[in-house]
């Protein structure tokens, strides 16, 4: 049977007509959640709230809008409010990676400075406006799609900035807002999705027989980690980056291979 954790909260869940951003709209819904979801193609958008609300029975309220967007971001926690009266759980799960593995020294800095608005700034932006519309006075829980690349060294340096950037904010959110307001974040290794599709060369098999667990993530292993985390059971959890990388920031480093040149991919 189904834990109804979030009986009676609004979730709004940016960046989730697919991927790891619609798996956690969908299990905040059979949690019991009214749901809002952003993205910016909007029969995408309007499918992925039709299977969810179908699926679960929850409200669900698609909303276009690119995060980018000041304006958009605006529009999108206004109507959440009008619509539900209530934004319990923010979710900013929008990464972009249009560099892919550009090496740091060519990379092109206005490429960059969009990396960062997107996967950062934007971030910042829904938080400044979830808090004043409803977390500054009601309390709630926020959740930030980090990144395993984050830390070490993915050869992906732009976006790897972008998620270590990201990670630092949610601890500094999580200091400042507490304690009406927990702010957390996931660093997920490779999960099947298109945004992985776009990164990877190596064959499936071979990037799973990297992780200790023997696989890459299922955006459902990502839901069940965002879920808990949004939850009252971590009701004394703020300020975290939790890995969800089936052990590959354990895994043991090998001394026995040479260093691969920069045309080799590795990943
Ligand atoms: N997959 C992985 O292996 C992996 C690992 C670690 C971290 N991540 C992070 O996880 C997050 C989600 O990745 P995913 O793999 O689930 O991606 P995905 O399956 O490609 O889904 C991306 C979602 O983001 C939306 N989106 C993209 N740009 C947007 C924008 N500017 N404004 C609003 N929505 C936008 C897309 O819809 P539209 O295109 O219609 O806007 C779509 O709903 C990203 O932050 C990524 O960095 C991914």
Request: charged share 20%.
């Amino acid at each position: 049977m189904t834990d109804r954790l979030f009986q009676g909260q609004t979730a709004l869940v940016v960046s989730a007509s697919r991927g790891m951003g619609y798996a956690i709209a969908a299990e905040l819904a059979r949690q019991g959640a009214s749901v809002a979801l952003t993205a910016r193609d909007e029969d995408a958008l309007r499918t992925a709230a039709k299977t969810i609300r179908e699926d679960t029975g929850a409200r669900v309220l698609p909303l276009t809008a690119h995060s980018r967007e000041k304006g958009d971001r605006r529009a999108a926690v206004d109507a959440v409010m009008d619509t539900f009266g209530r934004l319990d759980l923010l979710v900013y799960t929008t990464g972009i990676n249009p560099a892919l593995d550009t090496p740091a020294i060519d990379l092109d800095l206005d490429c960059c400075r969009r990396m960062f608005d997107t996967n950062v700034v934007a971030a910042l932006g829904y938080v400044q406006l979830a808090w004043r519309a409803w977390m500054r006075d009601h309390g709630g829980s926020v959740l930030m799609m980090g990144s395993a690349a984050s830390t070490g060294v993915f050869r992906m340096p732009a976006y790897s900035a972008t998620k270590a950037a990201l990670h630092r904010l949610t601890e500094d959110l999580a200091d400042q807002l507490a304690p009406r307001v927990r702010v957390n974040a996931l660093a997920p290794a490779f999960v099947r999705t298109g945004f992985m599709d776009a990164i990877t060369s190596l064959p499936e098999d071979t990037i799973a027989a990297s992780y200790p667990l023997g696989r890459t993530g299922d955006t459902e292993d990502v839901a069940h980690a965002a879920a808990y985390l949004l939850s009252p059971r971590a009701s004394w959890i703020t300020g975290v980056t939790l890995p969800v990388d089936g052990g590959k920031s354990v895994a043991a480093i090998t001394h026995n291979r040479p260093h691969p040149p920069p045309e080799q991919p590795v990943h």
